[in-house]
Protein backbone atom coordinates (compact mmCIF):
# COMPACT_ATOMS: atom_id res chain seq x y z
CA UNK A 1 0.00 0.00 0.00
CA UNK A 2 1.77 2.93 -1.11
CA UNK A 3 0.31 5.29 0.98
CA UNK A 4 1.86 3.66 4.15
CA UNK A 5 4.97 2.48 2.65
CA UNK A 6 5.89 6.54 1.67
CA UNK A 7 5.03 7.07 5.26
CA UNK A 8 7.71 4.75 6.31
CA UNK A 9 10.23 5.96 4.13
CA UNK A 10 9.45 9.62 5.56
CA UNK A 11 9.32 9.20 8.91
CA UNK A 12 10.14 5.20 9.75
CA UNK A 13 13.47 4.90 11.30
CA UNK A 14 15.49 1.26 10.75
CA UNK A 15 17.53 0.37 13.93
CA UNK A 16 19.96 -2.00 14.84
CA UNK A 17 18.67 -6.11 14.98
CA UNK A 18 15.97 -5.47 12.56
CA UNK A 19 14.19 -2.90 14.66
CA UNK A 20 11.94 -1.01 12.34
CA UNK A 21 10.63 2.50 14.52
CA UNK A 22 7.12 4.27 13.45
CA UNK A 23 6.20 5.32 16.74
CA UNK A 24 5.84 8.87 15.19
CA UNK A 25 2.35 7.71 13.47
CA UNK A 26 1.47 3.75 14.46
CA UNK A 27 2.76 2.84 17.34
CA UNK A 28 3.19 5.26 20.39
CA UNK A 29 1.69 8.73 18.18
CA UNK A 30 -0.73 7.59 16.51
CA UNK A 31 -2.02 9.00 13.19
CA UNK A 32 -5.86 8.66 12.73
CA UNK A 33 -6.13 9.89 9.42
CA UNK A 34 -3.64 7.57 7.85
CA UNK A 35 -4.80 4.79 10.28
CA UNK A 36 -8.62 5.30 8.82
CA UNK A 37 -6.91 4.59 5.67
CA UNK A 38 -5.53 1.51 6.63
CA UNK A 39 -8.77 0.25 8.05
CA UNK A 40 -10.32 0.77 4.84
CA UNK A 41 -7.62 -1.22 2.73
CA UNK A 42 -8.50 -4.16 5.50
CA UNK A 43 -11.84 -3.93 4.41
CA UNK A 44 -11.17 -3.73 0.66
CA UNK A 45 -9.19 -6.90 1.08
CA UNK A 46 -11.33 -9.05 3.29
CA UNK A 47 -14.74 -7.30 3.76
CA UNK A 48 -16.63 -10.21 1.63
CA UNK A 49 -15.30 -12.76 4.16
CA UNK A 50 -17.75 -12.82 6.61
CA UNK A 51 -15.99 -11.29 9.39
CA UNK A 52 -18.13 -11.36 11.97
CA UNK A 53 -15.19 -10.41 15.03
CA UNK A 54 -11.90 -8.62 15.10
CA UNK A 55 -9.54 -10.08 16.89
CA UNK A 56 -5.59 -8.31 18.19
CA UNK A 57 -3.76 -8.23 21.58
CA UNK A 58 -2.77 -5.39 23.51
CA UNK A 59 -1.58 -3.30 23.07
CA UNK A 60 -0.26 -1.40 20.10
CA UNK A 61 -2.84 -3.73 17.54
CA UNK A 62 -6.32 -2.23 19.38
CA UNK A 63 -6.35 1.35 17.92
CA UNK A 64 -5.87 -0.01 14.56
CA UNK A 65 -8.44 -2.70 14.97
CA UNK A 66 -11.19 -0.20 16.59
CA UNK A 67 -10.77 2.04 13.30
CA UNK A 68 -10.74 -0.76 11.02
CA UNK A 69 -13.59 -2.22 12.90
CA UNK A 70 -15.99 0.26 11.62
CA UNK A 71 -15.46 -0.83 7.94
CA UNK A 72 -16.77 -4.12 8.65
CA UNK A 73 -19.34 -3.24 11.41
CA UNK A 74 -18.02 -6.16 14.07
CA UNK A 75 -16.64 -5.79 17.85
CA UNK A 76 -13.10 -6.00 18.38
CA UNK A 77 -11.84 -8.00 21.18
CA UNK A 78 -8.44 -8.10 22.24
CA UNK A 79 -6.71 -10.63 23.81
CA UNK A 80 -5.11 -9.46 27.77
CA UNK A 81 -1.53 -10.15 28.09
CA UNK A 82 -1.24 -9.96 31.90
CA UNK A 83 -3.32 -11.88 35.04
CA UNK A 84 -6.41 -9.02 35.74
CA UNK A 85 -8.68 -9.31 38.83
CA UNK A 86 -11.24 -8.00 35.87
CA UNK A 87 -10.75 -11.71 33.95
CA UNK A 88 -12.43 -14.29 35.30
CA UNK A 89 -14.23 -17.30 33.87
CA UNK A 90 -13.43 -19.39 31.12
CA UNK A 91 -10.54 -18.25 28.97
CA UNK A 92 -8.74 -19.61 26.35
CA UNK A 93 -4.75 -18.79 26.59
CA UNK A 94 -1.79 -19.25 24.38
CA UNK A 95 1.83 -18.87 24.87
CA UNK A 96 3.45 -15.81 23.05
CA UNK A 97 7.25 -14.28 22.62
CA UNK A 98 7.83 -11.05 22.17
CA UNK A 99 10.51 -10.11 19.48
CA UNK A 100 10.51 -6.44 20.74
CA UNK A 101 10.40 -7.20 24.65
CA UNK A 102 12.60 -9.87 25.16
CA UNK A 103 9.94 -12.17 27.22
CA UNK A 104 7.27 -14.37 27.00
CA UNK A 105 3.70 -13.97 28.07
CA UNK A 106 0.41 -15.74 28.66
CA UNK A 107 -2.32 -14.01 26.20
CA UNK A 108 -6.09 -14.51 27.20
CA UNK A 109 -9.44 -14.17 25.87
CA UNK A 110 -12.37 -14.84 27.92
CA UNK A 111 -14.65 -17.66 26.00
CA UNK A 112 -17.57 -15.43 26.29
CA UNK A 113 -16.34 -13.43 23.66
CA UNK A 114 -15.51 -15.82 20.47
CA UNK A 115 -17.22 -18.95 19.49
CA UNK A 116 -17.82 -21.74 16.88
CA UNK A 117 -20.18 -19.67 14.33
CA UNK A 118 -17.11 -16.71 14.54
CA UNK A 119 -15.69 -15.48 11.59
CA UNK A 120 -12.38 -13.63 12.97
CA UNK A 121 -10.04 -11.66 11.47
CA UNK A 122 -6.90 -10.99 13.11
CA UNK A 123 -5.51 -7.37 13.11
CA UNK A 124 -2.04 -6.44 14.26
CA UNK A 125 0.48 -3.59 13.18
CA UNK A 126 3.58 -5.62 13.28
CA UNK A 127 4.77 -9.23 11.95
CA UNK A 128 8.08 -10.15 12.82
CA UNK A 129 8.72 -14.09 14.14
CA UNK A 130 4.48 -14.14 13.78
CA UNK A 131 4.41 -15.18 17.26
CA UNK A 132 1.22 -13.24 18.47
CA UNK A 133 -0.46 -14.42 15.49
CA UNK A 134 0.35 -18.07 16.32
CA UNK A 135 -1.21 -17.77 19.77
CA UNK A 136 -4.57 -16.01 18.44
CA UNK A 137 -4.85 -18.57 15.79
CA UNK A 138 -4.42 -21.27 18.56
CA UNK A 139 -7.46 -19.29 20.15
CA UNK A 140 -9.66 -19.28 17.39
CA UNK A 141 -8.89 -22.67 17.26
CA UNK A 142 -9.87 -23.42 21.07
CA UNK A 143 -13.25 -21.80 20.27
CA UNK A 144 -13.59 -23.56 17.21
CA UNK A 145 -13.96 -20.37 15.20
CA UNK A 146 -13.05 -19.92 11.72
CA UNK A 147 -10.11 -18.03 10.78
CA UNK A 148 -10.35 -15.88 7.98
CA UNK A 149 -7.03 -14.22 7.87
CA UNK A 150 -4.39 -11.83 9.78
CA UNK A 151 -4.37 -8.02 8.13
CA UNK A 152 -0.86 -6.69 9.20
CA UNK A 153 0.34 -3.40 8.46
CA UNK A 154 3.76 -3.89 8.49
CA UNK A 155 5.48 -6.94 7.46
CA UNK A 156 9.42 -7.47 8.18
CA UNK A 157 9.98 -9.09 5.67
CA UNK A 158 13.56 -10.60 6.52
CA UNK A 159 12.16 -11.96 9.33
CA UNK A 160 10.58 -15.62 9.23
CA UNK A 161 7.31 -14.73 10.57
CA UNK A 162 5.04 -14.27 6.94
CA UNK A 163 6.58 -17.16 5.61
CA UNK A 164 5.85 -19.35 8.73
CA UNK A 165 2.47 -18.14 8.70
CA UNK A 166 1.72 -18.63 5.08
CA UNK A 167 3.38 -22.12 5.26
CA UNK A 168 0.48 -23.15 8.15
CA UNK A 169 -2.20 -21.48 6.15
CA UNK A 170 -3.04 -18.41 6.79
CA UNK A 171 -4.24 -15.63 4.74
CA UNK A 172 -2.02 -13.15 5.51
CA UNK A 173 -2.50 -9.41 4.16
CA UNK A 174 0.27 -7.22 5.05
CA UNK A 175 0.17 -3.59 3.78
CA UNK A 176 3.85 -2.98 3.56
CA UNK A 177 6.61 -5.94 3.38
CA UNK A 178 9.92 -4.40 4.75
CA UNK A 179 13.70 -5.71 3.37
CA UNK A 180 16.14 -4.68 4.41
CA UNK A 181 19.19 -3.70 1.66
CA UNK A 182 22.78 -3.99 1.09
CA UNK A 183 22.99 -0.64 2.83
CA UNK A 184 21.47 -1.02 6.15
CA UNK A 185 18.52 0.68 4.51
CA UNK A 186 15.21 -0.71 3.70
CA UNK A 187 13.05 -1.38 0.71
CA UNK A 188 9.49 -2.87 0.11
CA UNK A 189 8.91 -6.04 -1.38
CA UNK A 190 6.92 -5.67 -4.64
CA UNK B 1 -24.99 9.45 29.12
CA UNK B 2 -28.05 7.33 28.94
CA UNK B 3 -26.64 5.15 26.08
CA UNK B 4 -24.31 3.77 27.99
CA UNK B 5 -25.71 4.07 31.44
CA UNK B 6 -28.34 2.00 30.16
CA UNK B 7 -25.85 -0.39 28.62
CA UNK B 8 -23.92 -0.72 31.76
CA UNK B 9 -27.45 -1.85 33.51
CA UNK B 10 -27.92 -4.40 30.58
CA UNK B 11 -24.32 -6.01 30.68
CA UNK B 12 -22.24 -4.78 33.46
CA UNK B 13 -21.75 -6.82 36.64
CA UNK B 14 -20.88 -5.39 39.80
CA UNK B 15 -18.08 -7.49 41.66
CA UNK B 16 -16.88 -7.64 45.13
CA UNK B 17 -14.28 -4.57 45.80
CA UNK B 18 -16.69 -1.90 43.59
CA UNK B 19 -15.24 -3.91 40.54
CA UNK B 20 -17.44 -3.24 37.49
CA UNK B 21 -16.99 -5.34 34.83
CA UNK B 22 -18.01 -4.19 31.52
CA UNK B 23 -15.61 -6.89 29.54
CA UNK B 24 -18.20 -7.59 26.82
CA UNK B 25 -18.59 -4.04 25.54
CA UNK B 26 -15.63 -1.73 26.62
CA UNK B 27 -13.08 -3.50 27.45
CA UNK B 28 -12.09 -6.78 26.20
CA UNK B 29 -14.36 -7.23 23.50
CA UNK B 30 -15.42 -3.58 22.44
CA UNK B 31 -18.61 -2.78 20.86
CA UNK B 32 -17.54 -0.07 18.22
CA UNK B 33 -20.58 1.51 17.63
CA UNK B 34 -21.42 2.34 20.95
CA UNK B 35 -17.78 3.38 21.76
CA UNK B 36 -18.49 5.80 18.41
CA UNK B 37 -21.30 7.33 20.21
CA UNK B 38 -19.20 8.04 23.38
CA UNK B 39 -16.57 9.82 21.34
CA UNK B 40 -19.15 11.92 19.62
CA UNK B 41 -20.04 13.23 23.46
CA UNK B 42 -16.29 13.36 24.29
CA UNK B 43 -16.12 15.99 20.96
CA UNK B 44 -19.50 17.88 22.06
CA UNK B 45 -18.05 18.48 25.45
CA UNK B 46 -14.50 19.21 24.68
CA UNK B 47 -15.06 20.46 20.93
CA UNK B 48 -14.66 23.85 21.53
CA UNK B 49 -11.12 23.40 23.54
CA UNK B 50 -8.88 23.73 20.57
CA UNK B 51 -7.27 20.15 21.41
CA UNK B 52 -4.45 19.08 19.34
CA UNK B 53 -3.33 15.90 21.00
CA UNK B 54 -5.68 13.00 22.79
CA UNK B 55 -3.73 11.05 25.46
CA UNK B 56 -4.35 8.10 26.74
CA UNK B 57 -2.38 4.90 28.91
CA UNK B 58 -2.18 0.92 27.25
CA UNK B 59 -3.90 -0.76 27.27
CA UNK B 60 -7.75 -0.33 27.76
CA UNK B 61 -7.96 3.53 27.11
CA UNK B 62 -6.65 2.89 23.28
CA UNK B 63 -8.77 2.05 21.03
CA UNK B 64 -11.63 4.70 22.96
CA UNK B 65 -8.67 7.76 21.94
CA UNK B 66 -8.91 6.32 18.46
CA UNK B 67 -12.30 6.32 17.60
CA UNK B 68 -12.88 10.05 19.54
CA UNK B 69 -9.57 11.53 18.08
CA UNK B 70 -11.29 11.13 14.41
CA UNK B 71 -14.26 13.53 15.69
CA UNK B 72 -11.77 16.06 16.76
CA UNK B 73 -9.29 15.62 13.95
CA UNK B 74 -5.94 15.07 16.12
CA UNK B 75 -3.45 12.40 16.96
CA UNK B 76 -3.52 9.94 19.68
CA UNK B 77 -0.49 9.45 21.78
CA UNK B 78 -0.69 6.57 24.36
CA UNK B 79 1.60 6.13 27.68
CA UNK B 80 3.55 3.01 27.40
CA UNK B 81 3.57 0.95 30.85
CA UNK B 82 6.91 -1.07 29.98
CA UNK B 83 10.53 -1.18 28.81
CA UNK B 84 10.89 -1.63 25.29
CA UNK B 85 13.62 -1.94 23.01
CA UNK B 86 11.06 0.58 20.65
CA UNK B 87 11.47 2.96 22.93
CA UNK B 88 14.58 5.61 23.34
CA UNK B 89 15.12 8.73 23.55
CA UNK B 90 14.10 11.88 25.77
CA UNK B 91 11.32 10.43 27.28
CA UNK B 92 8.45 11.88 30.34
CA UNK B 93 8.24 9.11 32.70
CA UNK B 94 5.21 9.09 36.03
CA UNK B 95 4.72 6.32 38.12
CA UNK B 96 1.23 5.08 38.10
CA UNK B 97 -0.11 2.87 40.57
CA UNK B 98 -3.08 0.30 39.38
CA UNK B 99 -6.01 -0.28 41.45
CA UNK B 100 -7.59 -3.42 39.32
CA UNK B 101 -4.37 -4.90 39.11
CA UNK B 102 -2.67 -3.98 42.30
CA UNK B 103 0.65 -3.15 41.58
CA UNK B 104 3.03 -0.03 40.19
CA UNK B 105 4.14 0.42 37.09
CA UNK B 106 6.03 3.46 35.31
CA UNK B 107 4.45 5.23 32.26
CA UNK B 108 6.39 6.98 29.62
CA UNK B 109 5.90 8.90 26.68
CA UNK B 110 8.48 10.09 24.58
CA UNK B 111 8.92 13.95 24.31
CA UNK B 112 8.88 14.13 20.31
CA UNK B 113 5.07 13.83 20.73
CA UNK B 114 3.83 16.19 23.46
CA UNK B 115 5.28 20.05 23.35
CA UNK B 116 4.24 23.01 24.83
CA UNK B 117 2.06 24.57 22.00
CA UNK B 118 -0.18 21.16 22.69
CA UNK B 119 -3.27 21.40 23.95
CA UNK B 120 -4.36 18.24 25.60
CA UNK B 121 -7.15 15.90 26.22
CA UNK B 122 -6.56 12.54 28.32
CA UNK B 123 -9.03 9.76 27.29
CA UNK B 124 -9.91 6.63 29.53
CA UNK B 125 -12.25 4.14 30.05
CA UNK B 126 -12.38 3.96 34.10
CA UNK B 127 -12.03 6.66 36.55
CA UNK B 128 -11.28 4.71 40.13
CA UNK B 129 -8.30 6.27 42.37
CA UNK B 130 -7.29 8.47 39.57
CA UNK B 131 -3.36 7.48 39.75
CA UNK B 132 -3.72 6.99 35.79
CA UNK B 133 -5.09 10.33 35.11
CA UNK B 134 -3.08 12.17 37.64
CA UNK B 135 0.32 10.10 35.83
CA UNK B 136 -0.79 11.88 32.86
CA UNK B 137 -1.25 15.28 34.03
CA UNK B 138 2.46 14.97 35.08
CA UNK B 139 3.56 14.23 31.82
CA UNK B 140 1.57 16.92 29.92
CA UNK B 141 3.09 19.01 32.54
CA UNK B 142 6.75 17.82 31.98
CA UNK B 143 6.01 18.90 28.31
CA UNK B 144 4.62 22.39 29.16
CA UNK B 145 1.54 21.31 27.51
CA UNK B 146 -2.13 22.63 28.79
CA UNK B 147 -4.15 20.28 30.02
CA UNK B 148 -7.88 20.86 28.72
CA UNK B 149 -9.57 18.04 30.57
CA UNK B 150 -9.88 14.41 30.96
CA UNK B 151 -13.19 12.05 29.13
CA UNK B 152 -13.44 9.35 30.91
CA UNK B 153 -16.11 6.34 29.91
CA UNK B 154 -17.29 4.97 33.42
CA UNK B 155 -16.43 6.63 37.26
CA UNK B 156 -16.55 4.98 39.82
CA UNK B 157 -18.30 7.79 41.77
CA UNK B 158 -17.57 5.83 45.20
CA UNK B 159 -14.13 5.64 44.92
CA UNK B 160 -11.80 9.25 45.50
CA UNK B 161 -10.80 9.59 42.21
CA UNK B 162 -13.05 11.92 40.75
CA UNK B 163 -13.18 13.98 43.62
CA UNK B 164 -9.04 14.54 43.64
CA UNK B 165 -9.11 15.27 40.12
CA UNK B 166 -11.74 17.97 40.40
CA UNK B 167 -9.71 19.46 43.44
CA UNK B 168 -6.76 20.00 41.68
CA UNK B 169 -8.38 21.51 38.49
CA UNK B 170 -8.72 19.10 35.98
CA UNK B 171 -12.30 19.62 34.06
CA UNK B 172 -13.57 15.86 34.30
CA UNK B 173 -16.26 14.47 32.19
CA UNK B 174 -17.35 11.77 32.98
CA UNK B 175 -19.89 9.61 30.67
CA UNK B 176 -21.46 7.66 33.50
CA UNK B 177 -20.67 7.68 37.63
CA UNK B 178 -21.54 4.94 38.86
CA UNK B 179 -22.42 4.77 42.46
CA UNK B 180 -23.03 1.74 44.96
CA UNK B 181 -26.86 1.41 46.15
CA UNK B 182 -27.68 0.14 49.69
CA UNK B 183 -28.50 -3.17 48.24
CA UNK B 184 -25.07 -3.88 46.35
CA UNK B 185 -26.26 -2.85 42.92
CA UNK B 186 -25.25 0.30 41.26
CA UNK B 187 -27.47 3.63 40.49
CA UNK B 188 -26.12 6.48 38.76
CA UNK B 189 -25.22 9.91 40.14
CA UNK B 190 -27.28 12.43 38.70
Known amino acids: MKLLEDRIL ?6 E ?23 REFHRLFGD ?26 PVVFAKKSESKNLDGGVYTAPVTSYTKGKEYIIRVS ?6 DDRVLIID ?15 V ?19 EGGRLLREVGIRVESLAIVELDENGGIKFRE
Open 111 to 116: DKFIGA
Open 49 to 74: EGVTKILTVEASGIGIACIAAQYFGV
Open 141 to 159: EQAGATLVGAGICIEKGFQ
Open 17 to 39: GGIVKVDSFLNHQMDIGLIGELG
Open 10 to 15: KDGIIK
Open 125 to 139: DFLAKGKAVLGLKSI
